[in-house]
């Protein structure tokens, strides 16, 4: 059974399949198919390089220990088809009614529990556990903080005192959560969430990192990059439905507890954004403060996968476009730096966006040259013109004059002038070392 000279199972092989793992014959006929692809040497069984010849594995952290799995259960370093199909089966998800001793919940927790015991001992040691965090976050946690996650694990976990973790206390631990959700477990102690729970939705977020990953490097040996022509626009954020609005994050003295200032921001029924509120340039009487009074918008910053910085390139282009509808305010356009040093974390550069006010649509395209240097609101006597393909926010602000405020946003682009060569509106210049200014 299993050869590529038979052209399918047995119908008798296939019950017999059904009945040990629950897999509906069409799914069994369709695993044998990719089976029998991935079985290169026509003998009805596989390898563990086999297995990694699947782009899923080969790139997934954890691969190894996924593969290593699947051979628990092998007399020698290949596989059958029936002992593909009861590894398999336990990644089926649970059903009422219908028991399948491969599918309980005993055997997913064993399946869970191997991926961590590493040298198949039945204990998960702290250093084995500290290997698997390893191959989950790779160098995105410190060597300090990896331990501390360990060792409060097997603290957590360890009911023996033996300093390991039995899989009679990995199921014991995961149990807990199960029944108690609401229980502060001291590991995660900020988070009020259990390790075990972190570890499930760290598992998901892996998988979405993955594909991302994996569409970046496609797209990089791809090699294709855009053209634009003069007069071409490209839209960076659109305003048209709900979901635009988990890109944006809101800000006010009042959230950071500075003043009392309010605003939200929300997509209207007509599917434009609307960034409304109030500013009040009233100080609190505690000191802390002199002046008060502003609101904010900005959007998240641009990551790649396993969130790595990344950022706008615009070198092609040569000014900031937007389609809005004010109120007559002024607002504060600011294009926030990803830089690399810390002296420069907080470099952004700024430009006033007037507004006319009244019932009309406003297309306002600002050129990059006429944005200027600020460092935590100061404007910095030394400019430089801005590096277009260091973006990786933008901010929208409204301040210091107390009222209310209402600006509506269609969309927000970048737009190409052939014509404008400018590279800054602003003269630079070179103080000799000898003058010093008070």
Sequence with gaps: MGNKSSLMLQPEEIAEIHQETGFSPSQIERLYSRFTNLDKTDNGTLSREDFLRIPELAINPLGDRIVHAFFNEAYDDRINFRQFMRVLSRFRPVKKNKENKLNSREEKLRFA?????????????????????HMMV???????????????????ADHDGDHMISFEEFCSTLERTDKTASYVHFIFRSYKKHWTEHIRDGAKIFVGEC???????????????RIYQ????EVVFRFDSKDC???????????????????????????KGVFHGTIDT?????????????????????????????????????????????????????LNMGMYFDVTWFDMYSYVLHTHGGPYWQLVRIPFSKFFLTYKGRTQDKQDPMPRNKVNSIGITAAAVSGPFHLEIDYIGVYRDMSHTEETAYEMYNMPMQIVTA
């Design 245 to 271: 609005l988990e890109k944006w994050r809101v800000g006010s003295d009042k959230i950071n507890k500075e003043g009392f200032s309010e605003c939200n921001f929300f997509i209207n029924d007509k599917g």
């Design 211 to 225: 594909k991302l990953f994996w569409e970046e490097t496609k797209e990089h040996f791809r090699n294709d990059p």
């Design 138 to 156: 790779g160098a995105n946690i410190s060597e300090e903080q990896l331990a501390n996650i360990a060792d409060r694990t097997i603290l957590e």
């Design 282 to 334: 009233t100080p609190p009487k505690d000191g802390r403060n002199r002046f008060a009074g502003y609101c904010g918008i900005k959007s998240v910053r641009k990551t790649k996968s396993f969130l790595r910085d990344d950022w706008y390139d615009w070198n092609a282009f040569t000014h900031l476009e937007m389609r809005v509808k004010g109120d007559g305010r002024n607002y504060m356009i600011n």
């Design 230 to 233: 003069d007069g071409d626009t």
């Design 113 to 133: 529990f191997k991926m961590y015991d590493l040298d198949d001992d039945n204990k998960i040691s702290r250093d084995e556990l500290l290997a698997v965090l």
